[in-house]
């Protein structure tokens, strides 16, 4: 059960979903073997990815995520270390079952990214933001190139950054407590909680610009465009509003899980569209 749990299987179903959004959207279903392996290889790498993160981060983790497989000691360190390196390597060899040479370098690059974020710049301010936004989106243009498909998922690819940077900067918020004792200089610690809200302004500004954007080149339909707005600009908005009422940790908690459902309602109203 550590084994599963340790790689979170719900963001790990995610992100097979995120994968074949890429491969298929505003594209008529034909089975490809190339997409089961980007499915796979991306699955593993992001597995492995959680794994290296919760090997590198146990001891904030003991404050912030008590229940986690590695503060409540139901897994040895050592154990989750070669379980990581393990999924990395089946999901690369899964990337090269994809026949596309960039597919296999955005694997090889994700791995590294991954490690790298893990070991040195989750706790530094901006990089590791970028770094997870960047791995967010990558895996829907991941999908794209699998199936070709490149010109359609950008859209999708270019809001999945912008909407996993605001969420991620509220988790700087969020896990603040135990990354202060840990000696992390994330941008929450720097600028302070409200400080770190008001800076997550500016990618969730840059949300509303880009759908007014793709609305003006006639990318998506007016329809489309107002429910965006209303599904999920709206709710982004109301996020904002609770968080300006309090920044307490089980507030924040609740806004970034609430983040994820209206990122899946996004999802939902670009493939209907």
Same mark, same amino acid.
């Given at each position: 059960m550590a084994f599963l749990r340790i790689i979170r299987p719900f963001n790990c179903i995610f992100v097979a979903l995120t994968v074949l959004f890429g491969a298929y959207f505003q594209r008529i279903y034909v089975y490809s073997p190339e997409v089961i392996a980007a499915v796979a290889a991306a699955l593993l790498i992001a597995a492995g990815g959680y794994v290296i993160n919760d090997f590198y981060d146990v001891e904030s983790d003991k404050i912030n995520r008590p229940d986690r497989v590695l503060p409540s000691s139901k897994m040895k360190i050592r154990t989750a270390f070669y379980y990581a390196f393990t999924l990395f390597f089946l999901g690369f060899l899964s990337s090269l079952l994809t026949r596309n040479i960039i597919c296999v370098i955005i694997a090889a690059l994700n791995i590294i990214i991954l490690f790298f974020y893990s070991k040195a710049c989750q706790h530094k301010p901006l990089s590791g933001n970028l770094m997870v936004a960047y791995s967010a989106a990558s895996t829907f243009l991941f999908g794209g190139l699998s199936n070709r498909n490149v010109k359609n998922c950008w859209i999708i690819v270019v809001f999945a950054f912008l909407y996993t940077l605001v969420r991620e900067f509220i988790k700087?918020?969020?896990?603040?407590?135990?990354?202060?004792?840990?000696?992390?200089?994330?941008?929450?610690?720097?600028?302070?909680?409200?400080?770190?809200?008001?800076?997550?302004? /500016?990618?969730?500004?840059?949300?509303?610009l880009f759908n007014g954007y793709l609305l003006l080149t006639a990318k998506i339909t007016p329809i489309i465009f107002y429910?965006?707005?209303?599904?999920?600009?709206?709710?982004?908005?109301?996020?904002?509003? /609770?968080?300006?009422?309090?920044?307490?940790?089980?507030?924040?908690?609740?806004?970034?899980?609430?983040?994820?459902?209206?990122?899946?309602?996004?999802?939902?109203i670009l493939w209907i569209g």
């Open positions: 700087d918020a969020e896990d603040i407590e135990g990354d202060q004792r840990v000696g992390a200089r994330t941008l929450a610690i720097i600028a302070g909680t409200r400080g770190i809200v008001n800076f997550a302004l /500016i990618p969730a500004f840059l949300i509303f429910m965006i707005n209303l599904l999920v600009i709206i709710p982004l908005v109301l996020f904002f509003f /609770i968080l300006y009422r309090g920044t307490g940790q089980r507030r924040m908690r609740i806004v970034t899980l609430g983040m994820k459902f209206d990122m899946l309602i996004l999802l939902v």
